[in-house]
Nanobody, 124 residues
Framework: QVQLVESGGGLVQAGGSLRLSCAAS????????MGWFRQAPGKEREVVAA????????YYADSVKGRCTIHRDNAKNTVHLQMNSLKPEDTAVYYC?????????????????WGQGTQVTVSS
């Protein structure tokens, strides 16, 4: 069983930055690919970024490419999402997700474990 706890959300003005963090409570964290997803009110959950278990391969949604960076620290069982140049349309609940295996996937159904989410609100 993997428990994921997100932190770092909050209220920020457009153009600002936030760093989301996710801490995983599992001994074999380095065997899990990780993803960040978000869900805005009235919309379906969508992938934001994902990273392979080694950190050697990453994925970014077109909507955040160039503004976000995903990074993991396998020694600390954490994954982070640095978000810059935030826009009001980035407002959503952000979820951390884990799947056992080396590769990331864009499909949320591939992820077995989810955090409770952290709210990000970007004001214009």
């Amino acid at each position: 069983q993997v428990q994921l706890v997100e932190s770092g959300g909050g209220l920020v003005q457009a153009g600002g930055s936030l760093r989301l963090s996710c801490a995983a409570s599992v001994r074999t964290y380095s065997r899990y690919a990780m993803g960040w997803f978000r869900q805005a009110p009235g919309k379906e959950r969508e992938v934001v970024a994902a990273i392979s278990w080694s950190g050697g391969s990453t994925y970014y949604a077109d909507s955040v490419k160039g503004r976000c960076t995903i990074h993991r620290d396998n020694a600390k069982n954490t994954v982070h999402l640095q978000m810059n140049s935030l826009k009001p349309e980035d407002t959503a609940v952000y979820y951390c997700a884990a799947r056992y295996g080396s590769s990331w996937y864009r499909d949320e159904n591939e992820y077995e474990y989810w955090g409770q989410g952290t709210q990000v609100t970007v004001s214009s």
